[in-house]
């Protein structure tokens, strides 16, 4: 058996439930869809740290080209295409752009007009490009960090509500999560670094349900925490199951989560789907290969048809799941 256990917090009241779940639960099942995508030679994935899904089901992928993760960052920016997107029946390739304006890519996300945001973690900047890659907006300022209202410091992935706020995980060095309406004004943000409810260690991703709820992968925490829209702490998921999340994807009452495990040694690619509403864990998968030399699961996403795109870094693969 496999715990998972949920933090429940409601004014003073305190409730901590134990739920006991089987990881052989085979309630939903995926299988790989080989040869996906459909790459030509000249179209190779470097670094897969990123992925999004359009209105047309398209799969927007973001990726480092021919640029490893370095420190300290790089000056110079990647020539190569960084955004690719893909027709999700076929993998073939429909889009590529985002040459010449990434430093290090790491989030990204698609708004409900098709917008793509994706954050930088090299420049420190969250920016905002149309479905056809027009840069429309540009949050932080360009190669410098700080912890304020209109700086970043190496953010981590972006997330919208209901309204079109957007939420920013302001990760590697500044601990917290930051909200913005949808024209880039600064509203409000909360987290500081801790192991507390409230408190971070290295938020790596973010989601948002249907109700609003603000889902963040605490990642070196090994928690995901819930927060309503205002910051105010809801609860906490934790459990071995969870490993160290590096990715969300909330869609259908389902949290879809990505272990990327523990840098450098003990990395792993593990999609874990999880009902919301205090139920059981449905599914625990490897998303990784025999033939793959290393492994890094960062980012998760779901299509219209419940399909799971993996992101691996360090395979240099998007690959997808198609439920059965």
């Given at each position: 058996?496999?715990?998972?256990?949920?933090?429940?917090?409601r004014s003073?009241?305190?409730l901590l439930?134990f739920l006991?779940?089987s990881?052989?639960?085979?309630s939903q099942s995926?299988t790989?869809v080989?040869?996906w995508p459909n790459?030509s030679h000249?179209?190779?994935?470097?670094q897969?740290t990123?992925?999004?899904?359009?209105?047309n089901?398209q799969?927007v992928?973001f990726?480092?080209?021919?640029?490893?993760w370095?420190d300290?960052?790089?000056d110079?920016?990647?020539k190569?295409?960084?955004i690719?997107?893909?027709?999700?029946?076929?993998?073939?390739?429909?889009?590529?752009?985002?040459n010449?304006?990434?430093i290090?890519?790491?989030?990204?996300?698609?708004d409900?007009d098709?917008?793509?945001?994706v954050t930088?973690?090299g420049?420190?900047?969250?920016?905002?490009?149309s479905s056809?890659?027009?840069l429309?907006?540009?949050?932080?300022?360009?190669?410098i960090?700080?912890?304020?209202q209109n700086?970043?410091a190496?953010?981590?992935?972006v997330?919208?509500?209901s309204k079109?706020?957007?939420?920013?995980?302001?990760?590697?060095?500044n601990?917290?999560v930051v909200?913005?309406?949808k024209?880039g004004?600064?509203?409000l943000?909360?987290g500081?670094p801790g192991?507390?409810?409230g408190?971070?260690?290295?938020?790596?991703g973010?989601?948002?349900?249907s109700?609003?709820?603000i889902?963040?992968?605490?990642?070196?925490n090994?928690?995901i925490q819930v927060f309503?829209?205002n910051?105010t702490?809801i609860?906490?998921l934790?459990?071995?199951?969870?490993?160290?999340?590096f990715?969300?994807?909330v869609?259908?009452h389902r949290?879809?989560l990505i272990d990327?495990?523990?840098q450098?040694?003990k990395?792993?690619?593990?999609?874990?789907?999880?009902?919301i509403g205090?139920?059981?864990?449905?599914?625990t998968f490897d998303?990784t290969?025999?033939q793959?030399?290393?492994?890094?699961?960062?980012?998760?996403a779901?299509g219209?048809d419940?399909?799971?795109?993996?992101?691996?870094?360090?395979?240099?693969?998007?690959?997808?799941?198609?439920l059965?």
């Open positions: 058996m496999s715990k998972v256990i949920y933090f429940y917090q003073s009241l305190s439930i006991f779940i990881s052989c639960n085979t995926y790989l080989e040869n790459l000249n179209n190779v994935l470097g897969v990123g992925v999004g899904v359009n209105s089901n799969i992928v990726h480092r080209a021919d640029r490893g370095m300290p960052m790089p110079e920016k990647i190569l295409p960084t690719y997107i893909f027709d999700s029946e076929t993998g073939s390739l429909a889009n590529s752009w985002g010449n304006e990434f290090m890519p790491h989030g990204l996300s698609v409900s098709d917008n793509i945001w930088d973690v420049s420190h900047e969250v920016k905002k490009f056809n890659g027009k429309l907006l540009t949050l932080g300022e360009y190669m960090s700080n912890n304020d700086h970043f190496r953010p981590t992935d997330a919208f509500d079109g706020d957007v939420y920013i995980s302001d990760g590697y060095w601990t917290r909200k913005y309406s024209e004004n600064y509203i943000e909360w500081k192991d507390q409810p408190e971070f260690n290295l938020p790596h973010i989601a948002i349900d109700k609003d709820r889902y963040v992968a605490d990642r070196s090994s928690r309503s829209s910051g702490f609860s906490e934790k459990g071995d199951d969870l490993g160290r999340p990715g969300l994807a869609l259908n949290i879809y990327g495990g523990d450098p040694d990395t792993r690619s593990s999609v874990v789907i999880i009902p205090y139920d059981e864990i449905e599914k998303a290969l025999r793959d030399r290393q492994n890094l699961g960062h980012d998760i779901v219209l419940q399909s799971l795109y993996v992101a691996d870094a360090w395979a240099k693969t998007i690959r997808k799941y198609q059965k």
